[in-house]
C-alpha cells in the first residue's frame, strides 16, 4: 500500500539523516525520537481515517446484507400469501442488492486489509519507540562513563606533563650539584701547596720570640 511505503520512507531517511550527521550521540537520539514521536503521530492519524474507512466499508456491507435478509423474506411472505408476482419483485430487488453487495464485500476486504497493515505499522513503531526510549538511558550512561574516562585520560597527559616537568628540575638540580662540586675542585687546585718548612720555621720564630720577652723582663725586674 503506498501509505505505508510513503511513512517507511519518511520514517528512513528521518532516522538515516540522524545518524549520518552522529556528532553528539546524546543530542541526536534525542533528536531521533522527537522524529519518530512526529512520525508516529502522522501514522496515527492515518491509521484513525483508515480505520474509519474500514468502519464505514463494514456498516454499508451490514446494512445490505440486512436488505438482502428483508427481501428474501418479504419473498417468502409473498409466496405464502400466494402472491407470486410480489414475491417476484422481492427477489429481482434483491438481485440488484446481490450485486452491490459483492462490491461491498471486495470494498471492506480492501478497507479491512488496509487499517490491519497500518495498525500493525502504528503497533510496530510504537514498540520500537518505547525501545529506544529504554535503550537511550543506556546509551547516556555509556557517555557519561565515556566522557569521564576522557577527563581521567586528559589528567594522566596533564600528569604526564608534570612528571616531565619533574625529572626536567631534577635534572637540572644534578647539574647545579656538578657545578658547585666542580668550582669547589677548582678552587682546592687553585690553592698554593703548604711549605712545611715555613711553617715549621715560624712555629720556633714564635717559641724564641716568647724566651726573649720573657728573659728580658725577667732583667727588669732584677734591675729594679
Request: with cysteine; hydrophobic share 35%.
Amino acid at each position: 500500500m503506498n501509505i505505508l511505503n510513503r511513512f517507511k520512507d519518511i520514517m528512513s531517511a528521518n532516522i538515516n539523516a540522524l545518524l549520518d550527521k552522529a556528532e553528539d550521540p546524546e543530542i541526536m537520539i534525542d533528536q531521533c525520537l522527537r522524529n519518530l514521536n512526529s512520525d508516529l503521530g502522522k501514522v496515527k492519524s492515518e491509521t484513525a481515517t483508515i480505520m474509519a474507512e474500514e468502519q464505514r466499508a463494514k456498516r454499508a456491507l451490514d446494512e445490505c446484507n440486512e436488505e438482502l435478509t428483508k427481501y428474501q423474506n418479504y419473498a417468502i411472505k409473498a409466496l405464502e400469501a400466494g402472491n407470486e408476482d410480489d414475491a417476484r419483485k422481492f427477489l429481482e430487488k434483491k438481485a440488484t442488492l446481490s450485486a452491490n453487495q459483492a462490491s461491498l464485500s471486495q470494498s471492506y476486504d480492501a478497507a479491512a486489509k488496509n487499517a490491519a497493515n497500518m495498525k500493525a505499522m502504528h503497533d510496530k513503531l510504537t514498540s520500537d519507540i518505547n525501545n529506544l526510549e529504554a535503550r537511550r538511558d543506556s546509551i547516556k550512561g555509556k557517555m557519561a562513563v565515556a566522557k569521564t574516562q576522557e577527563r581521567i585520560n586528559q589528567m594522566n597527559t596533564s600528569f604526564d606533563d608534570s612528571n616531565r616537568s619533574i625529572s626536567a628540575f631534577e635534572r637540572m638540580e644534578e647539574k647545579a650539584d656538578m657545578a658547585l662540586d666542580k668550582a669547589n675542585a677548582m678552587a682546592q687546585l687553585n690553592q698554593k701547596p703548604v711549605d712545611e718548612v715555613e711553617a715549621l720555621s715560624k712555629k720556633y720564630d714564635t717559641a724564641s720570640s716568647s724566651v726573649e720577652d720573657e728573659l728580658a723582663k725577667l732583667k727588669e725586674s732584677l734591675n729594679k
